[in-house]
């Protein structure tokens, strides 16, 4: 049977394994592969430059000035997620307001739950985006409220939330602004300049590097009051950028290999044309993707105005043929790995547009999905119901 299926080839320097439309982990050019083939020390000057230049790159690519530092964590996204909560949400004068519309704004809640700090929860479900009312009604109502915490990219669904318009409600109420750009930052525009005091973001998203470390970006002020405040030895933003700063090292073993392909990740990234070219692209690779999916008869869960360019959320076909692991192996066969729906209210799943990935890929995939479905003799594409 595997002889009979036309494969689609793999991305370049591993061409025998499936491309990742995902949000991430995600496909990666041969030359951020390429830079993984050496062995770096972690102490050397060589490697401690890479470090250093990454930490500068990241700040000019967030619009910061030198009132900003870029402190990097070991480990994935939700990692510097807790790191940033506690180093800056208060323990008890003051509120952290989570803005919440997705399973990450609901773990951002829960981690400062489990931290014991004081917090309160906007709830827009996993499909509908926060309105700047929502958030300024939430400030009102409670003037214990010192921060607020929100998703630019709730890849929950996908949607793109409006934090530039948040953040003038919260700026003009004196708040601390907090912003995970885990799925946005270096596709979608972010400027810090723009009230944004911390942001939160890793390695292996739209930069398109590999695994392995996250990073947050925070004013001067807020990092050097932080001494003190963190709950965990390994998670202490405030001690990780003391030994950044004092000698280049981390305090603990760096993921050298995730390093330096993200440092090449970030040259690739420059080269294509920095944020605006990336995120023509994997808007480009939406806009074929949704156009694709319709016309066989899918829905997707949220308009084209609110879906970002980022990953697409499609709801499962209610069709009885229809099974999401056996529809998810065969286009793996085929040579595209896809997503499931992290909704709870409506099944669904979703196919990432972001990553090494270009117009042929989408296409690639589209004719892989046409033929899964005839294989399957799924006809019937309506939405099952909630």
């Not at 806009?287 to 879906?307: K, P, Q």
Request: aromatic share 6%; charged share 25%; proline share 5%.
């Amino acid at each position: 049977m595997d002889k009979m299926i036309q494969r689609f080839n793999g991305p370049p320097g591993q061409e025998d394994m499936p491309y990742l439309l995902t949000p991430g982990p995600l496909t990666t050019s041969r030359g951020v592969k390429a830079a993984m083939l050496a062995d770096w020390g972690s102490r050397d000057v060589e490697f401690r430059r890479v470090v250093a230049e990454i930490r500068k790159g990241l700040l000019a690519l967030a619009g910061c000035d030198g009132s900003r530092e870029c402190v990097i964590m070991q480990g994935s996204g939700t990692f510097a997620i807790e790191a940033a909560l506690g180093a800056f949400c208060p323990k008890a004068e003051g509120k952290t307001l989570v803005v919440a519309n997705g399973a990450y704004g609901d773990r951002a809640a829960a981690i400062l739950g489990r931290l014991d700090r004081p917090v309160s929860k906007i709830d827009k479900g996993d499909s509908a985006a926060p309105t700047v009312d929502d958030v300024a009604q939430a400030l009102d109502a409670d003037p214990a409220i010192s921060h607020v915490w929100i998703i630019h990219c709730e890849t929950t669904s996908g949607i793109v939330n409006p934090i530039a318009e948040v953040a003038r409600e919260v700026k003009r109420r004196g708040k601390i602004y907090m912003v995970d750009a885990m799925s946005s930052f270096g596709a979608l525009p972010l400027d810090m300049g723009d009230g944004i005091d911390v942001m939160v973001s890793s390695s292996n998203k739209c930069i398109e590097g590999v695994p392995g470390f996250s990073y947050v970006l925070v004013r001067s002020d807020m990092l050097l009051a932080s001494k003190g405040m963190s709950h965990s030895v390994v998670l202490d933003l405030y001690e990780q950028w003391k030994g950044l700063e004092a000698n280049g090292q981390f305090r603990f073993t760096p993921p050298t290999h995730a390093l330096v392909a993200f440092h090449q990740a970030m040259r690739e990234h420059a080269e294509e044309g920095g944020v605006a070219a990336r995120g023509a692209r994997y808007a480009g690779n939406a806009r074929i993707l949704v156009a694709g999916m319709r016309a066989m008869g899918f829905t997707t869960l949220l308009s084209d105005a609110e879906a970002g360019p980022i990953i697409q959320t499609f709801l499962t076909p209610r069709d009885p043929k229809f099974d999401f692991e056996h529809f998810y192996e065969e286009l793996r066969r085929r040579g595209f790995a896809i997503y499931p729906g992290k909704l709870t209210k409506r099944p669904s799943f979703r196919i990432g547009t972001i990553g090494k990935v270009d117009a042929k890929v989408i296409e690639g995939v589209l004719t892989a999905i046409h033929e899964v479905l005839r294989d399957m003799n799924v006809t019937d594409l309506a939405p099952l119901e909630a």
